[in-house]
């Protein structure tokens, strides 16, 4: 049986699809047999991060609606045999998720993958609930910002709520914070939120901190999960976020304003 | 509408009982849209604030058709705006009961009409707001606390509130060892409402009795809301958007920042709300 993983965070624009992305992608260079799934219909995005989307003949409507298989619409990614893309639907809303479509499409899946990742929507409605409603874990996307900080915090509710566990009175799904767009800069100049301060706020075990680099935008542009830039602080931090998620004891690192110099010269700032 | 009034006379008799006359300023609503109300009022006591200040009013309830009405809410509304709500008159059985729990007198209709049955039926149709996802509310929240809450879940979105104390435990209260997020709603009926955890900006937590939190508070919490007086709040870390014992309540504007990061508790003496550091 797979492991479900929904990727959310109730606001918009904060790396919910860039971490989906990445995370499978890792996930998948680990070796492990990983779908990736975009929950955002008619907001269809995943398949250009990921660099398939002129690949796409159906999608997860289509296999929920019956008229195509789930085969026929997984899009297998060309860097890693491990790792499959199903995208969204770009013609219609997110009415068309049913429960039991999505049950479908998620329980066929479980049975051949290690890890099902469910990129969110934005928002708390109907998309984003069914992304998170089946999910055993969560990753949960934060900016260093009031508002981001606030809109994750509601969606944990939902996830203690709302989610399939919560309903059946299961083992509560398990929750990471990742903090995205994080810039020791701007920490240091009482601009943003600290780690520390999210902490604090969501009381959360931290999966990640991945640093706000040009190496993400860069990847998004070329349809390349930034995970596979090896040289961009962003890519690693990712890397690290998917070995913590695996079990590994990892330091966090790019929490500190880095010096002057050779780091840059080193990582390209 | 007559209000016995005793009057002591320590010469003469211990007291005198007599029936007196009062006119009272009656506040009749024809709308359930307490935000509408609360322009209106604020206006209205804007233009004359000493007449209004402390004055006692009636709350008339018999116009109010199908409306779902927040009645506590109201109570609360009213007695921030420095009026003082002593009776209800008309409205539903369930406002009523609400009624005498906040200590309110109710008072005689003026005319017997359709006026109780369709009031009556509002106080039904206030159930069906409700979190859709909450199958077990009915049976766990008594109405008038669901009403109080109402706003804020309309704010935040409704969440099913978190699994309360078991059926048949009610008088014991409820114990949460879990962060409680922002939009969720806990509620201990019948007794204590005892958090051990962090409690979110955009939560709420309402207890028959006191609330404990021994987290940092940054949501909201009502002790007492079926209008126990003694009920007091508890807690460790006060950053708490409201707080509310018995009907009322402080916005966080109006707290006292010195106490922000220091265990308090907050309790009613003589009507009025007093937070101090423990």
Known sequence: ?269 | MSVTAPQGQAEQAAFELRATTFTLPTLRLFSADLGELTGFLETKIQQAPEFFRNAPVVVDLSHLREAALDFPLLVGLLRGLGLLPIGVRGGSEQHRETARLMDLAILAQGSRGPAAAVASKAGIATAAPQPAAAPRAGTDRPQPVAQAAQPAAQRAGTDKPDPVAAPGSAVSGKLVTRPVRSGQRLYAQGGDLVVLAPVSSGAELMADGNVHVYGPLRGRALAGVKGNVDARIFCQDLRAELISVAGHYRVSENLDPALAGRPVQVRLQDGRLIIEAL
């Not at chain 1, 992608?25 to 398949?47: E, S």
């Not at chain 1, 297998?76 to 049913?98: C, F, G, H, I």
């Not at chain 1, 609930?129 to 999910?135: E, K, L, P, Q, R």
């Not at chain 1, 004891?249 to 780091?263: N, Q, T, Y």
Request: proline share 3%.
């Open chain 1, 1 to 269: 049986m797979a492991r479900i993983i929904v990727v959310t965070s109730g606001k918009g624009g904060v790396g919910k699809t860039t971490t989906a992305a990445a995370f499978s992608m890792g996930l998948a260079k680990r070796g492990y047999r990983t779908a990736v799934i975009d929950f955002d219909v008619g907001l269809r995005n995943l398949d250009l991060i990921m660099g398939c989307e002129r690949r796409v003949v159906y999608d997860f409507v289509n296999v929920i609606n019956g008229e195509a298989n789930l085969n026929q619409a997984l899009i297998r990614d060309k860097r890693s045999d491990n790792l499959y893309v199903l995208p969204a639907s770009q013609t219609r809303d997110k009415e068309a998720l049913t429960r039991e479509g999505v049950q479908g499409v998620l329980e066929e899946l479980a049975r051949t993958f290690d890890y099902v990742v469910c990129d969110s929507p934005a928002g708390i409605e109907r998309g984003a609930t069914m992304a998170m409603y089946f999910a055993d874990d969560a990753v949960v996307v934060t900016n260093p910002e009031v508002s981001s900080v606030r809109d994750s915090d509601r969606m944990l509710g939902i996830l203690a709520s709302k989610s399939r566990r919560a309903e059946n009175n299961e083992e509560p799904i398990r929750e990471y914070l990742l903090l995205t767009r994080y810039s020791p800069e701007r920490v240091e100049k009482g601009e943003m939120l600290s780690v520390k301060d999210v902490q604090d706020i969501l009381s959360l075990d931290l999966i990640g901190v991945i640093p706000e680099s040009m190496a993400v935008l860069n990847a998004s542009n070329s349809g390349v999960p930034v995970i596979l830039d090896d040289a961009s602080e962003a890519g690693q931090a990712y890397m690290d976020m998917v070995g913590r998620y695996l079990g590994e004891a990892l330091p966090h690192r790019f929490l500190e304003v880095p010096k002057k110099g050779l780091f840059r010269r080193l990582f390209g700032g």
